[in-house]
């Protein structure tokens, strides 16, 4: 990690403004890993969940979207794909990923952008999908992320996500951080010799909404829920909403 990060992880993710620090940092050290650590993590599952999220989206010609701390583009370029006469935006926070997003990608349709996923500099009602891979859980103020993706997303859009879940039962909870701690420590140590490198996962993880809760805070920021599809035992989730008509 770096040598600015003298914390514990869990320090980190209680406020707004060391969480956005923290994340930028810690994205930063593991970039050029990132896309080897998701497959590895989900046993290769990984792209083919992505893939699924986008073949869930409606059809349309020429939409606009926006893909919300989107890494190293996988999903961008999906959306690209999806959407070849469509617009889209990949935001993230942290400037190693989008130069490695940059240098993957060949589409004339994708553009990345650094930002902040809680203070979207885009026009109200201009966007027609939203997407986020792993976004939520790394959110530093989840509901005014949610806040921002209903106000960019015109009337009838939709916002679909992919994210490690959180069960409801506190007992559940324990068994996935433990889980999720073991496996992710393990590779910290044989990729970046400390533990705490990937087991953030299970500290975001457990400061996170349970699967329940998160739906209701979309519903009363004004969305209604399409979409929910567990994998990996629970562990992560497929979640699609669509933003109400006033």
């Not at 490695?100 to 966007?127: C, P, W």
């Not at 027609?128 to 005014?144: M, S």
């Not at 679909?160 to 951080?177: M, R, V």
């Not at 705490?196 to 299970?202: K, N, T, W």
Request: with cysteine; proline share 4%.
């Amino acid at each position: 990690m770096s040598r600015q990060l003298t914390l514990k992880i869990a320090d980190y993710l209680h406020n707004p403004d060391s969480k956005k620090y923290f994340n930028e940092e810690m994205f930063s050290v593991i970039a050029p890993r990132y896309d080897f650590i998701t497959h590895l993590f989900s046993f290769g599952r990984d792209f083919a969940w992505k893939r699924d999220l986008i073949t869930s989206l409606p059809e349309m010609i020429t939409p606009a979207c926006l893909d919300l701390a989107c890494g190293t583009g996988d999903i961008a370029f999906l959306l690209a794909d999806k959407y070849p006469l469509g617009k889209i935006t990949g935001l993230d926070i942290t400037e190693d990923m989008l130069r490695l997003a940059q240098q993957r990608s060949h589409y004339t349709n994708v553009q990345f952008l650094k930002g902040d996923m809680g203070q979207l500099n885009i026009a109200s009602e201009t966007i027609d999908v939203v997407t986020g891979g792993y976004a939520l859980r790394n959110a530093p103020d989840l509901i005014q992320t949610i806040s921002e993706i209903y106000r960019v997303l015109k009337p009838g859009g939709i916002a679909a996500f992919l994210d490690f879940s959180k069960p409801k039962a506190i007992w559940q909870q324990k068994i996935t951080y433990y889980i999720l701690k073991g496996w992710t420590g393990l590779w910290g140590i044989l990729l970046n010799r400390n533990h705490e490198v990937y087991s953030y996962i299970a500290e975001s993880l457990n400061a996170f909404p349970d699967r329940q809760t998160l739906k209701r805070m979309f519903e009363q920021q004004g969305f209604s829920s399409l979409v929910s599809e567990l994998h990996f035992l629970g562990m992560t989730e497929t979640l699609i909403v669509k933003k109400n008509a006033r």
